[in-house]
């Protein structure tokens, strides 16, 4: 066993032996910031949170495809289609807990940016991933109107996005650990509000596709998730060390 | 100094040894002290006052339609159920999570023994906020008068859905210390709810009645106010969900670290008998068929259940004619003496009429699965009748549970005023009065039905709308105006004398329910 290794540089810091010129600085740059990425995913489960995001997709495609839906009308058929999105944006709310806490807060110059794409990268693969389930399904069906998603893209799109927005809010209200909590609960509220016909545009799934209130509402949770996550970050665990 | 003290000491008898040593005991109570539910709580109290709680005020004041929703189709279990699953996840992952398993493996106490105290107690606050929260809705329900009694037995298939789906959470937990395990949890029971309602909108018997949120057979009608809640697929539900918590929680003993041989025997043990009780629970549901009251299971059934529950009767008095009802629809008593006086006051001295008004049980009757409300048609014969004359001297029997009664519904387009309920009693009197049945009745029944009404304040021209929002009125009618032969002809027979009306009544009446009369023989 040698010590030869120690004396290698990590990546990014700056030359040690005479001045690189600034194509070898750049790659030096672009080794470290992928490096920081992919630690940065990996810390935050981002992986495995991709696989479930798939797995979600899946589950869209074959409740499309067999026509799980509930009966009772067209506010009844997206409850399934909805409770996936729910937990597509509770996985992506639950991967902004860190592990490191203060120091990493302390040290990560570039932590804000890295929580503010990770958040927004997630939350486009999910919509890519169920959008793909739901286009599987209405193919795979002939393209038959009951293998169709409720609402569409357009909808899909919406739920998601300010589902995901309230996880965000979860997670910096109470911790990344428990940014499920935002979007189940809105779950229950939108159930409810299913059921029994209530239209406000806070409770935007009620809504029709291209209802502006709607869009506006979602919009606002979405863009308070990310400013509060990337500004702020998830609150930081008391006495439990968190997950992992 | 006495000889006792120089006997020889006798070997004591040994100490009967505690079912549950005391340190278990102290083991449950800082898990209870250290547990993560009570932070949950409060959400799940905002979310049990507006899913289960807000949208049951709006409907009538009877139990078996207040419950409907929150209990019967597993309201309460859908607004605990997730979170206390995610919860539970989180319990049960602490060990994982913290690296502590190998740790506490070498403790003294075997793993699964302190595996099950920490489920216990998240099962136990868990259970407790049920039992508060819905202890909490019945209270203000009992303050409201909510008539007829509470269906005890549903609350008791709440309280171990809870016990059941913190017990499957818990082993999501175990085998996955994940910071995922929660959502997945979470998600994962709220998606077994909502593909359970989803059976049950479908699945009206066979094994599906086994599932916490399908309501079919045991919330329609008069369960809890003319007969008691049937506690037959309770009973299999709650054997079901205790089945699949047995199961699942001997399932997180089977591993090496669990514990000794003997102690991983006895969590194979339970899982296996986990399972036999939720396979027979299934099977016993299975084979469920729906009666009068309610669905039984001949496996479980008892008699008893059967008999009706005993009341003293609010009477009242409609055109001098007795009307006496449940006590349970006595705030109703004046909207429905008011609503039949004028009838009752028309048809005063004919043959066949009422001598007496009495409510009685409305039987169950199957179908899609509904709220309670008007029973679905089913067969040729027509639906039944909410009034109907019977007996000599003539009674007539009030099957309110298949009314909206007026003031909130909930389950209906609108809360119903009291012009709309008078004009559906008085419809379905008139109905029920010219012998018509279940069937819409032969024209000069009808004519005779229609000049009943206006006697009694509905014009002519309101009578289509009337019988169009009475549910399952046989022969509805598809124009909204009143016109054709049978309204001219019950018009002539309207503006004869009221005298004449009644004489010509008094002398046809027999004739008329024969069904032997055509419109040319009215007057």
């Known amino acids: ?244 | 100094m006495t000889a006792a003290t120089s006997a020889p000491a006798r070997p004591r008898a040994p100490r009967a040894a505690r079912v549950v040593p005391l340190s278990a005991w102290r083991l449950l109570r800082v898990e209870l002290r250290r547990n993560a539910m009570p932070w949950i709580l409060p959400l799940i109290a905002a979310l049990f006052w507006f899913d289960s709680y807000r949208p049951s005020i709006q409907t009538e004041p009877l139990y078996v339609i207040r419950t409907f929703w929150n209990l019967g189709q597993g309201g309460t279990i859908i607004d605990f159920g997730p979170f206390v699953a995610a919860v539970a996840a989180w319990m049960g992952s602490r060990d994982g999570r913290r690296r502590l398993a190998d740790l506490v493996t070498a403790t003294p106490r075997p793993r699964w023994t302190a595996q099950l105290a920490t489920w216990a107690a998240t099962a136990i606050w868990a259970v407790a906020a049920y039992l508060v929260f819905v202890g909490v809705m019945f209270a203000m329900y009992a303050r409201q008068g909510v008539g007829g009694a509470p269906p005890w037995w549903w609350v008791a298939v709440g309280v171990t859905g809870v016990i059941a789906f913190s017990a499957a959470g818990f082993a999501v937990g175990v085998f996955w210390p994940s910071r995922f395990a929660a959502p997945v949890a979470a998600f994962g029971s709220a998606l077994i709810l909502l593909m359970s309602s989803r059976t049950g909108f479908t699945h009206t018997s066979g094994w599906a009645m086994i599932l916490p949120t399908n309501s079919n057979g045991n919330f329609q009608n008069d369960s809890g106010i003319s007969y008691p809640w049937l506690p037959d697929l309770p009973i299999a539900r709650i054997m079901f969900l205790a089945g699949i918590a047995a199961a699942v929680l001997g399932v997180t003993g089977l591993p090496a670290r669990a514990g000794g041989p003997g102690l991983r025997r006895a969590a194979a043990v339970i899982a296996v008998a986990g399972l036999a009780l939720a396979g027979t629970a299934t099977g016993l549901a299975s084979s469920a068929r729906l009666t009068a009251h309610g669905m039984a299971i001949p496996g479980l059934h008892d008699a008893a259940s059967d008999a009706p529950i005993a009341y003293t009767p609010v009477c009242g008095h409609a055109a001098g004619v007795p009307v006496c009802l449940n006590p349970a629809y006595g705030r109703w008593l004046p909207a429905i003496t008011g609503a039949l006086a004028p009838e009752l006051a028309e048809v005063a001295g004919l043959p066949g009429a009422p001598a007496r008004a009495t409510q009685v049980a409305t039987g169950y009757t199957g179908g899609p699965v509904a709220p309670p409300g008007p029973p679905v048609a089913t067969g040729a014969a027509g639906p039944p009748q909410a009034l109907t004359l019977t007996g000599q001297p003539a009674v007539l029997r009030l099957s309110l549970g298949m009314l909206n009664m007026p003031g909130p519904c909930g389950f209906c387009d609108g809360p119903v005023n009291g012009t709309q309920f008078a004009g559906q009693v008085r419809l379905m009197f008139a109905h029920a009065f010219v012998g018509a049945g279940s069937a819409p009745g032969s024209p000069a029944q009808r004519a005779v039905q229609a000049a009943l009404l206006r006697g009694a304040g509905i014009p002519f021209a309101a009578q289509p709308l009337v019988m169009g929002h009475t549910d399952n009125f046989p022969g509805a009618p598809r124009s909204k105006s009143a016109t054709g032969p049978i309204y001219a002809a019950a018009r002539r027979f309207a503006a004869l004398p009221a005298t004449a009306r009644h004489a010509w009544l008094a002398a046809h009446l027999a004739a008329l329910r024969a069904g032997q009369l055509t419109l040319k023989d009215l007057p």
């Open chain 1, 1 to 244: 066993m040698t010590a030869a290794g120690l004396h290698r540089p990590a990546p990014g810091s700056p030359p040690v032996h005479g001045p690189a010129g600034p194509a070898a600085t750049l790659r030096l740059r672009a080794a470290a910031g992928w490096r920081l990425t992919r630690l940065y995913l990996v810390s935050r489960r981002v992986p495995m949170a991709l696989v479930l995001l798939a797995g979600l997709g899946v589950l869209l495609w074959a409740a499309l495809r067999w026509r799980w839906n509930i009966a009772g009308g067209a506010a009844a058929k997206q409850f399934i289609p909805l409770t996936i999105e729910t937990g597509a944006a509770a996985l992506i709310a639950v991967t902004t807990y860190g592990p490191f806490g203060e120091p990493e807060r302390a040290a990560g110059r570039w932590l804000p940016v890295l929580r503010l794409a990770a958040a927004v990268a997630l939350t486009a693969i999910a919509f890519g991933l169920l959008s793909a389930g739901a286009a599987a399904a209405h193919i795979a069906d002939g393209g038959a109107a009951a293998g169709v998603l409720p609402g569409g893209t357009i909808a899909l799109l919406r739920n998601l996005a300010g589902m995901t927005g309230l996880g965000l809010l979860s997670a910096v209200a109470l911790g990344g650990a428990f940014g499920w909590v935002g979007p189940m609960a809105y779950l229950v509220v939108t159930e409810a509000a299913l059921a029994h016909g209530s239209v406000t545009p806070w409770v935007w799934p009620t809504r029709p596709p291209f209802d502006r209130g709607a869009a506006v509402c979602a919009g606002l949770v979405i863009a308070a998730g990310l400013v509060l996550i990337t500004v702020r970050g998830p609150r930081e665990p008391g006495g439990d060390p968190g997950p992992a």
